[in-house]
């Protein structure tokens, strides 16, 4: 093999090949050879096809073939030799050598590649992680107790002269039209609707306001800007509704009765799981409130060089996802969406976000290398088999859905992997915790931006047990 360097400036690399004629014709002839003798042709026994039909047939795909076997081999060997780590697949580019006499009998390419920066992680145990935890107070769960009750709350039916209010219940016929116009998914028979309870729509919602069983009342409402249906977004809309009945809720009492109606045994023993779900859920929002203040600390004391092709590979991606959204975030990403252009302000941010994302997943990478972590099959079953677990009646399909999609699998593993690493640092650093009450862990954790970490959406609240519907109509 025969090579020279022509880039090495930071993490880049080039490489200079020539590929002798005469290996490159010997390559090709052995390859003909091994052809010859399973190729079938009318007119010819097995093994007799002459060379010349075999090339006149198939010689530029066998040309074709032996030269990206010897191109990967070579580039492979300069790999080895020098001890490289690509982060991407080579950039492999032939070099016309038909002009330079020296090397016309010869293939001649040139190949760059970008490699992984040398990271000298820092002794862990050299770095202070501040971290919170909830002192869950009895009081608390009763709260919980109380937000349980009042979800499973009934209803009574009220007399023809009760006029509705807030908190009650609503059944009706309704038919919505726009311009006079019926719309998809704007009639409705037999339809539920709890006032105030923010599944349907808000005006719709504060219109029944003051209805008694019989009555027919229209209610003028506005689309909301980021309503699912686009077609539907901003438009105004007159309902036509039909009330049936009108009830009202019944509070129910929280004793031993109902904390069996719940699952409990008694209500001590749904005081004690409702703890322990609390806790949990509190112990979760902290480990991600430690997560965050850890990697801050670990790209804080880990400085090196990042390969310019991944960050923007990350900073495409997050360029495409924000101008492919489906709920724009406001008039000025529309106007971005529309025009296919982010701002010169979004362009600075996405792109220090791609050098901070990619800066944090070379160290964790780094971490996990090093300390040999690594997801094992029964963790990884365990995972599977509990997050399945959510889809009832479906489990053995989600669990052979990820088993036998590789790429599902792999996406799959990457939370698992992350999260063994965060535990094993977690395990190494000075861990600084201060107890805090319910509400004040709350203001603390609703503060820290968690852009890069989890959801914009995702926020810690003391009603996590309430299920928040999506709205309708």
Partial sequence: MNYKETLNSGLKRGYEVILESEELNKNIEAKIEEVKKTIKMDGFRPGKVPTNIIVQKHGEAINSEILNKMVNENVSKIIQEKNHRPVSQPKVDFKDSSKDKEKKDQKVFNVEFELFPEIKLVDFAKIEVESCKVKLEAKEVDKRIDLIAKNQRTYKEEKDVYESKKEDSVLLDYEGTIDGKNFDGGKAEGQTIIIGSGKYLKDLEEGLIGVKKGDNKKIKVKFPENYNQKDLQNAEAVFDCNVKKVSSPQESKVNDEFAKSVGAIDLKDLKSKVESQMQKEYDDLSKSLDKKNLFEKLQDVHKFELPENLIETEYNGLKEKYLHSEQPASDGHKKEIKDHKISSENEKKFKEDANSRIQLG??????????????????????????????????????????????????????????????????????????????????????????????????????????TASKKK
Avoid at 412 to 441: C, G, H, M, R, W
């Fill in 362 to 467: 070379l160290i964790l990478q780094e971490i996990g290398k090093v300390n040999s972590i690594q997801v094992t099959g029964d963790e990884m079953n365990k995972a599977l088999y509990e997050y399945a677990s959510n889809f009832r009646g479906q489990e053995q399909k989600v669990i052979d859905y990820y088993k036998n999609n590789q790429e599902a699998t792999l996406q799959f593993q990457a939370p698992l992997y992350e999260n063994k690493i965060v535990d094993f640092i977690l395990s190494k650093v000075k861990l600084k915790t201060k107890e805090l009450d319910v509400d004040s862990f709350i203001k603390v954790y609703n503060s820290v931006d968690f852009a890069l970490d989890k959801p914009k959406s995702t926020k810690a609240t003391k009603k996590k047990t309430k299920k």
